[in-house]
């Protein structure tokens, strides 16, 4: 059964860093796109970041751009969001996400609909 689960979100002050970590079981991550997606209170899931099965090709949100960084270790079945410089905008639920639908842009890589299979989340809050 495939199944996801984020980690290592929490409450940070304004400036800190978190880095989430989605383990992927159940399955191989070398052929899924994976997504990092967040939900505001009140809000609509909006794309964070999302990295192609290769990790050659990735997508970020213009609010997260030169603060945030997608990785991935397939050996390790994990994928990485490494947040820094946080901002109190940034609190939300952070959910993960997985794919082996065929990537058609980069853009198109990073919607809520181009993923079937979705993690429980993990809530970060910035705050001071």
């Known amino acids: 059964q495939l199944q996801l689960v984020e980690s290592g979100g929490g409450l940070v002050q304004p400036g800190g860093s978190l880095r989430l970590s989605c383990a992927a079981s159940g399955f191989t991550l070398d052929y899924y796109a994976i997504g990092w997606f967040r939900q505001p209170p009140g809000k609509e899931r909006e794309g964070v970041s999302c990295?192609?099965?290769?990790?050659?090709?990735?997508k970020y949100a213009d609010s997260v751009k030169g603060r945030f960084t997608v990785s991935r270790d397939n050996d390790k079945n994990m994928v990485y969001l490494q947040m820094n410089n946080l901002k109190p905008e940034d609190t939300a639920i952070y959910y993960c996400?997985?794919?082996?639908?065929?990537?058609?842009?980069?853009?198109?890589?990073?919607?809520?609909?181009?993923?079937?299979?979705w993690g429980r989340g993990t809530q970060v809050t910035v705050s001071s």
């Open positions: 996400a997985a794919s082996r639908s065929p990537i058609t842009s980069v853009q198109a890589m990073c919607v809520t609909t181009f993923y079937a299979d």
């Open positions: 990295v192609d099965s290769r990790g050659s090709s990735t």
